[in-house]
C-alpha cells in the first residue's frame, strides 16, 4: 500500500482502509505491553503542528510517535512567530528546513493540508482541518466498531448531531459507506448541510426514527466555536429533542454502540450515564487512536503492512523516500 499523504477518507478505498485497520490491530498489541516501544520509526522527524486546540488528537500523535521511537516535535500558535504575522507556508517551510520528515497539521481553516502538500516535501497528515475531514478520527471509530462488533458491512449506524460543522461525520460517513455500512444522520435541519442528499446517507429529523435498531448511535458535539448563531433555540431545546439518555438509548439496538469522538458536552447532546454507561465505548475510541496513528504513520513512513510480511510490525520502516 502507497500512502504519501493522509489528507481525506475520500483518496482511501475500502481494501486500504482495511490495511490501515489491520495494522493497526498489530500495533495495539504493543500498547499492552509492559514496554510500550518498539524502533519502527527510528530516524524519522515528525512535527506536530496545531492551529487549533486538540486533546486527545495531539496527545496521541505524539504517543504514537514516542511509542515508534520517532524524533517528535510540537509547534502550536501559541508562543510561536505566527504572533508577529508569520504565514503559514513559512512557519511550515522553515520547520522542514530543519529536516522534518512528515507533518502533523490541525487548523481551523479547511483545505490547509492540501495546501501545505502543495508547498512542502514532507508528508502530510491531516489532524483536522476546520469542517472539512478528520480522517485518523474516522480511522480510529472504524477501527473500534470491528472490535466491537467484528464488521462494519450491514452494520446500521446513526450519526447524530452538528452535521454542517461537523468534519467527523464527513469523514466517517466516507469510511462506513466505503465498507458497507448502512449510515443515517439525525439532526435539526439548520444543522444539516445542503450537500447531504448527495452524501448517500438516510437523513431525519426525528431522532427516534433515526436511532430506532441501530446498532451503532454515533452522537457529535455542539460546535458553538463554529457557529454564527441562529441555528437553535437554545443549548436547553436541543438536549430536550436530540440529547441522548437512557431512554431514548433504548430506541437503537438492545447492545448499540455508544460513541463520541470528544470533547462532549455533558447533558447537551448525552447525558453523563450514558457517556458513562455500559454501552459506551468512548473511552476505547480514545485508547484505539494511538494505535491507528502508529499504523497511520508507520504505513506514510513506507513500513509494510505486518500481515502482508506475517510479522509482528517492530522491524524499522524504511524511511520516507527521499530523506
Ligand atoms: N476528537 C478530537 O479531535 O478531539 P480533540 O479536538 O481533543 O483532538
Redesign the pocket.
Known amino acids: 500500500m502507497a500512502l504519501h499523504h493522509l489528507m481525506s477518507m475520500e483518496d482511501l478505498c475500502a481494501e486500504e482502509m482495511l490495511t490501515i485497520l489491520d495494522t493497526a490491530r498489530s500495533f495495539r498489541e504493543i500498547l499492552d505491553r509492559p514496554i510500550k516501544k518498539v524502533p519502527a520509526l527510528r530516524g524519522v522527524t515528525v512535527c506536530n503542528a496545531f492551529y487549533?486546540?486538540?486533546?486527545?488528537?495531539?496527545?496521541?500523535f505524539e504517543l504514537a510517535e514516542k511509542r515508534m521511537s520517532a524524533d517528535a516535535v510540537n509547534f502550536s500558535v501559541s508562543g510561536s512567530s505566527v504572533s508577529k504575522g508569520e504565514t503559514l507556508r513559512d512557519t511550515i517551510q522553515n520547520i522542514e528546513a530543519m529536516k522534518v520528515d512528515i507533518v502533523v497539521i490541525?487548523h481551523w481553516a479547511s483545505g490547509v493540508p492540501q495546501f501545505l502538500a502543495r508547498h512542502i516535501k514532507a508528508r502530510v497528515i491531516n489532524?483536522?482541518d476546520g469542517q472539512h475531514e478528520?480522517p485518523t478520527?474516522a480511522l480510529l471509530d472504524l477501527y473500534t466498531i470491528r472490535e466491537h462488533r467484528g464488521r462494519i458491512a450491514g452494520l446500521k449506524v446513526a450519526i447524530v448531531g452538528d452535521i454542517t460543522h461537523s468534519r467527523?461525520a464527513k469523514s466517517n460517513i466516507i469510511g462506513l459507506r466505503r465498507l458497507g455500512a448502512e449510515v443515517r444522520v439525525v439532526a435539526p435541519w439548520t444543522l444539516l448541510p445542503a450537500e447531504i442528499g448527495r452524501l448517500g446517507v438516510q437523513v431525519t429529523t426525528d431522532l427516534k426514527t433515526g436511532i430506532e435498531g441501530a446498532d451503532v448511535i454515533y452522537l457529535l458535539r455542539l460546535q458553538f466555536e463554529r457557529q454564527r448563531g441562529g441555528y437553535l433555540p437554545s443549548q436547553r431545546e436541543y438536549a430536550m429533542t436530540f440529547g441522548l439518555d437512557r431512554e431514548r438509548a433504548a430506541w437503537g439496538a438492545p447492545d448499540a454502540l455508544i460513541m463520541h469522538?470528544?470533547?462532549m458536552n455533558r447533558g447537551v447532546e448525552i447525558q453523563p450515564d450514558i457517556a458513562d454507561g455500559p454501552q459506551s465505548v468512548i473511552l476505547d475510541?480514545v485508547a484505539n487512536?494511538v494505535a491507528v496513528r502508529m499504523a497511520v504513520l508507520y504505513l506514510i513512513s513506507g513500513g509494510t503492512p505486518p500481515e502482508a510480511v506475517g510479522m509482528t510490525p517492530v522491524l524499522s520502516a524504511p524511511h520516507p523516500a527521499g530523506r
Open positions: 487549533e486546540p486538540s486533546t486527545r488528537t495531539r496527545v496521541s490541525r489532524a483536522g478528520h478520527q467527523v469522538p470528544g470533547p475510541q487512536g
